[in-house]
């Protein structure tokens, strides 16, 4: 979407109509452009906290996405019971992707 050169992306997954992810790039009007830059830099330092993004399968989606340039910082690893990875999107927010448990 699109307001004057304020610009932002919203996904939702059409089975969860009434969750919905925004993604923008820090800028005016929201913040002046001092403010805007500082965040951008912490942005792409890794210093803000991840976004989690939840699969069924992390070593096929870390193989697709891969494959795709995603840009990992962690490759799968098994920790805490489950699988999970590590990649920056193309702003460099940070995410982490982790494979769901199996039920018992």
Request: glycine share 10%; aromatic share 8%.
């Amino acid at each position: 979407m699109k307001n004057g050169d304020y610009r932002w992306l919203t996904v939702q997954h059409p089975e969860q109509p009434s969750l919905q992810l925004g993604l923008f790039r820090p800028q005016a009007p929201v913040l002046d452009e001092a403010t805007a830059q500082s965040a951008r830099e912490l942005v792409a330092k890794g210093a803000m906290p991840p976004l989690v993004l939840t699969v069924d399968d992390c070593r096929g989606a870390y193989d697709r996405m891969l494959a795709g340039g995603v840009e990992f910082t962690q490759e799968p690893i098994d920790r805490f019971g489950t699988v999970d990875a590590g990649f920056r999107d193309p702003s460099g927010n940070g995410w982490k992707m982790i494979q769901a448990r199996r039920s018992k």
